[in-house]
Each structure stands twice: as structure tokens, then as C-alpha cells.
């Protein structure tokens, strides 16, 4: 018996394409009932104009785990503007899995995610922040740390301070021990904070 | 002794839930997911599971569904959020969840609760 049912991919080897390249044809099989048919089409889309937005409206209720790849794959492909701002809004689905997969598109995007950052971790909604600080663990720029150290001296949310201080335990230098020590002083009454922020300035000494 | 499965991607958290548990003797094991979750309570069944919601692979929501539909003994389930919306605590029940906590969780708390689902408030 399987033990993820509602995981399990289509295999995507050995494929075929249904029909020729032309985009308002890709665009309908998005729709097809076929899930090889879904695939190629969100992958030869990435050449079609308007595509980020035509796969953003697909993803959010494409039930088929190997199609979302595909169709994040080639969003992380086009890396516009429009990609970018419908990953982001991801954050915001109810979805877990989506949520998780827009992170982990995110995480690939370095240059057009470190412009926006600063305002995804000054977002009103906690979730989003602590989604933000989640795409930090790998994302490949050298300003990872200084936005980490932004957030555990000015973010008001315990668990955004908590994540940023767990990540800063594994990516961050000693330019992070006095913010560290600010965080524990401002939340003395968090038996959380106060481990966390001892097992980070722990690593970085040890570092 | 009773064993619990901590199962939270966030190596900080997993580790300051054991120091409590262990503290309270306790046996602890961790997983980093709910399909590595779901591998272990397979193998060997936990008395209790102290779940994360928000997990890569397998989240909280989906490793509870799968393991309530195991042929196993049915253990108490706490599940544990960052998110402190209605309808999260809602999901996490009609999961299979026993209990729903908001993270960070105070020791006292967190003690206090696995004792109750354990029959353990006089140890």
C-alpha cells in the first residue's frame, strides 16, 4: 500500500508532445485531462508571451504534483516580474505544499528576489514574514545575514525572530552576536528566544 | 518509558522540544518531515507525536491524515503552529490532531499537555 496517496507523480520519462508549439494551443492543453499533455505544455509555454500569468492562473489548482513542478520550473525559467509577484503571492495560499514549492522556486531566484525582500519581510501578515525568512536559507546573495540581523533587531513577532535567529545559527557570522544579545533582552520572557539565541551564538562561536 | 516523535523541519525547535521532553524522561526521536515521520511510526509506533504544521515534503495536515489511516495504534497527536488563524486549528483537528498549540511553546505548557494525553499528570 502506498503511504502517500495523494503525492504520488505521473512518471515523466519517455514523453511525447501531443501537438504542435503554438501558444493559444499550449494554453488549452494546461486544461487537458491528460497530465503528460499539462507538462509539455507548461514547459514549452516559458517561449510564449504573457506566460508567468497564464501559469500562475494554472498552478493554483493544477492537482497534479510532476505538472506544479513543471510549471515552477518554468517560472523560475522566466524569473519576470510577474513570475516573481505571483510566487510571492503563493505565500499567501492556504496551500501548504504550494506554499512550500513557491519557497523553494523563490530560493533559485537571488537577483530578482533581493530587491523585493526587504518589503516581503516588512509584510503586515506574521506567516509571510516567517515564509520570507524561510526563503533566506538558500538563497545564494550576500546580503542573507544583514537581512537576517534586520529582522530579529526590529521584527515584533516572536516566532519571524525565532526562525531568522535558527537560520542565523547556521548562515551568519559573529557581526550578528550583539543583535542576538539585543533579541534575548527583548524578549526575556520567551524560554524560546532565550535557547535559540544561545545555541546560534553557540554555532557562531564555534564557527 | 514512553516515546514521542518530535516531527518539525527546524533543527532549533526540534532540539529545545527534546531538552524538554527528555528532561521530563522521556523518550525522544526526531523526524524532519511527515513522509520521515510516517517511516518511523511505521517501523516502531510512538506513544505520542508532537507535529509541526508547516513542513516541506509532507506537512503536518497530511502526515496526521496518512497516519490515522495506519493500521497502528492510535496515539495522541499534538499538533504545533506558528500560525494562529481559526480555520488552522480547525484543520489541524479534523487531521486527527488531539490538541493545537501555538509556537513557542512554554515548557510548563508543552508538559502539562503531553502528561495529560499520557495519563502521566503525577509523574
Given at each position: ?8 507523480a ?10 504542435a ?6 494554453v488549452?492543453q ?56 505571483g ?10 505544499a ?46 542573507v ?9 526590529c ?21 550578528a ?5 539585543r ?15 544561545d ?5 557562531l562561536?564555534?564557527? | ?19 524538554i ?75 486527527g ?27
Amino acid at each position: 500500500m502506498p503511504l502517500i496517496k495523494s503525492q504520488t507523480a505521473e512518471p515523466v520519462t519517455e514523453e511525447a508532445r501531443k501537438s504542435a508549439r503554438d501558444c493559444a494551443g499550449l494554453v488549452a492543453q494546461l486544461a487537458d485531462a491528460n497530465p503528460t499533455a499539462r507538462r509539455w505544455a507548461a514547459r514549452d509555454l516559458a517561449d510564449c508571451p504573457n506566460a508567468a500569468a497564464v501559469l500562475l492562473d494554472h498552478l493554483k489548482r493544477e492537482p497534479e504534483v510532476s505538472v506544479r513542478e513543471v510549471i515552477l520550473t518554468t517560472l523560475t525559467a522566466l524569473g519576470d516580474e510577474t513570475a516573481v509577484a505571483g510566487l510571492v503571492d503563493c505565500l499567501r495560499s492556504e496551500d501548504a505544499a504550494l506554499r512550500n514549492e513557491a519557497i523553494e522556486a523563490m530560493r533559485q531566484l537571488p537577483d530578482a528576489m533581493a530587491p523585493i525582500m526587504r518589503g516581503l519581510l516588512a509584510d503586515q501578515d506574521p506567516d509571510v514574514r516567517i515564509f520570507a525568512v524561510n526563503i533566506l536559507e538558500s538563497l545564494c546573495h550576500p546580503d542573507v545575514e544583514t537581512w537576517l540581523i534586520e529582522v530579529i533587531d526590529c521584527d515584533p513577532h516572536v516566532n519571524v525572530c525565532g526562525t531568522a535567529v535558527d537560520l542565523l545559527g547556521e548562515v551568519g557570522s559573529m557581526q550578528a552576536r550583539e543583535s542576538l544579545l539585543r533579541l534575548k533582552a527583548r524578549f526575556a520572557n520567551e524560554p524560546y528566544i532565550r535557547f535559540a539565541a544561545d545555541l546560534a551564538l553557540e554555532r557562531l562561536r564555534d564557527a | 518509558m514512553k516515546r514521542i516523535l518530535i516531527v518539525d523541519d527546524a533543527a532549533t525547535v526540534r532540539l529545545y522540544h527534546r531538552e524538554i521532553l527528555e528532561t521530563a524522561n522521556y523518550a525522544v526521536e526526531e523526524a524532519m518531515n511527515g513522509i520521515e515521520a510516517l517511516e518511523k511510526a511505521l517501523q516502531s509506533p510512538f506513544d505520542l507525536y508532537l507535529v509541526d504544521i508547516n513542513m516541506p515534503k509532507l506537512d503536518g495536515y497530511g502526515f496526521l491524515r496518512e497516519l490515522r489511516g495506519q493500521d497502528l495504534p492510535q496515539a495522541p497527536a499534538i499538533m504545533i503552529s506558528t500560525e494562529a488563524q481559526a480555520n488552522d486549528e480547525q484543520r489541524a483537528y479534523i487531521a486527527g490532531a488531539n490538541i493545537y498549540l501555538i509556537k513557542p511553546v512554554k515548557p510548563d505548557r508543552l508538559l502539562t499537555q503531553v502528561r495529560l494525553l499520557l495519563g502521566d499528570v503525577y509523574r
